[in-house]
C-alpha cells in the first residue's frame, strides 16, 4: 500500500488557478497509475484526470478536458494537478487515487480501478 496526502486546495474566485498537490509515501510511485477524482455531497465521484506510471499518457475526463492537467515526479514521489479557469462548478473535494500498475500503457478512469486513496482537499470556488 502506498499512502496519498494531497494539499493545495482552498477558496479561489471563479477564472482563478490551482494546482494541488499529492504526496506518496510507503512505496515508490513508480509502480502506480494515478489518478484525480473528486466529489461534491450527495453526488458520486467523479474522475477528472490520470496518468500512466512513467507519465507518458495522461488523460483528462470528458468535463474538464481543457482545464485540468495532471502530471507527475516519480522521483519525488509526487502528483500533481493543475486546475485552470476556476468554475463555481468545480467546487468539491478532490481525491488523490493510485493503483499498482503492470504495464505503462494502462490507465483507468474509474474510481473501483483504484485501491489507494488520500484523505482529500477541499476546493471552494466564489463567484
Known amino acids: 500500500q502506498v499512502a496519498l496526502v494531497e494539499s493545495g486546495g482552498g477558496l479561489v474566485q471563479a477564472g482563478g488557478s490551482l494546482r494541488l498537490s499529492c504526496a506518496a509515501s510507503?512505496?515508490?510511485?513508480?509502480?502506480?497509475?494515478m489518478g484525480w477524482f473528486r466529489q461534491v455531497p450527495g453526488k458520486e465521484r467523479e474522475f477528472v484526470a490520470g496518468?500512466?506510471?512513467?507519465?507518458?499518457?495522461?488523460y483528462s475526463g470528458n468535463s474538464v478536458k481543457d482545464r485540468f492537467t495532471i502530471s507527475r515526479d516519480n522521483a519525488n514521489n509526487m502528483v500533481y494537478l493543475q486546475i485552470n479557469s476556476l468554475k463555481p462548478g468545480d467546487t468539491a473535494v478532490y481525491y488523490c487515487?493510485?493503483?499498482?500498475?503492470?504495464?505503462?500503457?494502462?490507465?483507468?478512469?474509474?474510481?473501483?480501478?483504484?485501491?489507494?486513496w488520500g484523505q482529500g482537499t477541499q476546493v471552494t470556488v466564489s463567484s
Open positions: 510507503g512505496r515508490s510511485l513508480s509502480q502506480y497509475a
Open positions: 487515487a493510485g493503483r499498482l500498475a503492470y504495464s505503462d500503457t494502462q490507465y483507468y478512469g474509474t474510481e473501483t480501478d483504484y485501491d489507494n
Open positions: 496518468i500512466t506510471r512513467s507519465g507518458g499518457t495522461a
